[in-house]
């Protein structure tokens, strides 16, 4: 097999529109987006949505993916110890998970608001509002999964609803004042991009509105996405996006971190370097 693109083949599995809440265009563009880079460096891409992936038991050397669904995590992860490559990781995909995330942002000291983990099962235990309630076992799906509390009452009734929902703890997480930022990274690349979602109406659920208005408080971009590729490399998801809140003193905290995000507003910029994150592991396999 070539080093140099001819014949490697490639398959890409894309993301099953339940888990792009208003954003089904957006990821399905970047994903196609990418592949096209991929095709242009001489590779064979051929893409499977999730479930023609499981379905027809697809094998395969190199992957790169948009999963979400259980299964297909469960089997992406399942051919990484066999050997396959595969961008991002499953792993790295579990570890985006609201709980795990929070386990490790706050056990690998990147900044973070302060935060807890708690069994929707019991009382609404954190003494820190106003607060964001969200569910620990997956990412949003649906509004109701990230919720803003602003005392114990509130907190007791979203834990009601998590319990009604079978989702077993949340992670409650400190409500920080400033300017929310959102920001996509390729790590080991220097693509990297920010902007602040209130000015540019991009939102899944409304949520970012909790913020306010930006108030163009200054911060060192530089220092942020040295943030954000620390966290891709502890969560290990190399193609990323996420939130930060900027204070007024200009202090970084990461509050969100995704696994392969729409890119939306930076898709032709993005592709490039995705696939160059891509390709670029598939050869550091192939000459060993």
């Not at 969200?134 to 649906?142: D, E, L, M, P």
Request: net charge negative.
């Amino acid at each position: 097999m070539s080093i140099k693109g001819e014949n490697i083949r490639i398959v890409g599995v894309s993301r099953g529109n339940e888990y792009s809440p208003n954003h089904v265009g957006n990821d399905a563009a970047i994903f196609q987006a990418a592949a096209r880079e991929l095709e242009k460096k001489r590779c064979e891409v051929v893409i499977y949505p999730e479930k023609e992936f499981m379905a027809q038991e697809i094998k395969a050397d190199f992957i790169f993916d948009m999963a979400r669904d259980r299964a297909t995590i469960n089997r992406l992860k399942e051919m990484e110890n066999e050997g396959t490559v595969v961008v991002n990781s499953g792993y790295g995909i579990d570890n985006c998970v609201r709980k795990p995330m929070t386990e490790l942002l706050m056990k690998e000291g990147v900044p973070h608001p302060l935060s807890f983990i708690i069994p929707t099962d019991g009382p609404f235990t954190p003494n820190v509002f106003p607060c964001w309630v969200k569910r620990g076992n997956s990412h949003a799906i649906v509004k109701e999964d990230v919720v803003f509390v602003e005392c114990k009452e509130e907190g007791e009734r979203v834990l009601a609803d998590f319990r009604k929902r079978g989702i077993p703890e949340a992670v409650v997480n400190e409500h920080l004042v400033g300017d929310l930022i959102k920001f996509y990274g390729v790590q080991g690349t220097d693509f990297f991009y920010t902007f602040y979602p209130s000015e540019q109406s991009h939102s899944k659920f409304g949520l970012e509105a909790i913020n306010g208005e930006s108030r163009g408080y200054p911060f060192d971009v530089k220092k942020l996405q040295a943030y954000s590729n620390l966290t891709a490399e502890v969560l290990n998801v190399p193609i990323y996006g996420g939130d930060c809140v900027v204070s007024a003193e200009g202090e970084i905290k990461i509050i969100d971190f995704n696994d392969w995000p729409s890119f939306a507003r930076c898709r032709e910029e993005a592709a490039p370097h995705i696939a160059d994150c891509i390709y670029n592991r598939i050869l550091k396999q192939l000459k060993k």
